[in-house]
């Protein structure tokens, strides 16, 4: 039970450590793409490049609330998640030397986060316009599935 129990919440704690990595990506590539691509199809009528463009225009504050508040929310609760995770650990098995534990657990989450972060930036810059169409047509998509059970 205590296993299983583990599993799935340090597979929730990488959950929360991606979920703060792709925010931080967004981020980037939101302060890093060039809005001329989107006009044109934003022109042609592409699904996505007018929420684009909004992201664009946006930038600062895309950025702030990507990179600054979920980053930050996603860093504190990994932290949390990750002593909690040791704690449960701790109560569980037997070690030799528990300190162990908790630090082994605080360099894996801090690891895995500024690597992780250190990756997507690079990604992110390199692949902007990809992104932030991509980020554009899933704001689109989920605008026009509210938009179609309102009209209902």
């Known amino acids: 039970m205590a296993v299983s129990t583990i599993a799935v919440a340090f597979l929730t704690l990488l959950l929360i450590v991606l979920i703060g990595i792709v925010f931080d990506i967004i981020g980037v590539a939101v302060t890093s793409a060039d809005e001329k691509p989107f006009h044109s199809m934003a022109a042609r009528k592409v699904p996505g490049a007018q929420e684009a463009i909004k992201l664009l225009r946006n930038a600062e504050r895309v950025s702030s609330i990507c ?4 980053g930050d929310i996603c860093g504190v609760v990994s932290g949390s998640a990750a002593a909690t995770i ?14 162990i534990v908790s630090l ?8 895995l986060t500024v690597g992780g972060k250190a990756i997507g930036k690079s990604y992110a810059i390199g692949s902007c316009t990809k992104i932030v169409y991509g980020v554009g047509k899933m704001i689109w998509a989920i605008r026009n599935i509210f938009n179609r059970t309102n009209k209902r």
């Open 86 to 99: 040791a704690a449960q650990a701790l109560r569980s098995f037997e070690f030799r030397f528990p300190q």
């Open 104 to 111: 082994l657990m605080s360099a894996l989450i801090a690891g």
């Open 67 to 70: 990179n600054d508040v979920v």
